[in-house]
């Protein structure tokens, strides 16, 4: 079983930036791919970005070249870098980890992007 915990969330400004963490209850290192999805209010979660154990990385069309996902296998965490916030940005972010036949996800961390 995994446990994840997001955190970094939080309101900012248009323009803006916030580093979200998730920290595993287990080792990272095993497992293949982790990611980053968000939900905003009235939509469906959609996928964010992805990072493989070997630091293959995927994003989303929306936030290509704002966003940076990255893994620290020693620290068990895996960060999500978010530059130049829009409102559009605005969900509830989670992270994701596919072990095994479980999909395990974190509670969410919220993020909010207004003036």
């Known amino acids: 079983q995994v446990q994840l915990v997001e955190s970094g969330g939080g309101l900012v400004q248009p323009g803006g930036s916030l580093r979200l963490s998730c920290a595993s209850s287990r080792s990272i290192s095993s497992i293949y791919v982790m990611g980053w999805y968000r939900q905003a209010p009235g939509k469906q979660r959609e996928w964010v970005a992805t990072?493989?154990?070997?630091?293959?990385?995927k994003y989303a069309d929306s936030v290509k070249g704002r966003f940076t996902i990255s893994r620290d296998n020693a620290e068990n965490t895996v960060y999500l870098q978010m530059n130049s916030l829009k409102p559009e940005d605005t969900a509830m972010y989670y992270c994701?980890?596919?072990?095994?036949?479980?999909?395990?996800w974190g509670q969410g961390t919220q993020v909010t992007v207004s003036s």
């Open positions: 990072i493989t154990d070997g630091g293959y990385i």
């Open positions: 994701n980890a596919p072990v095994g036949s479980e999909d395990y």
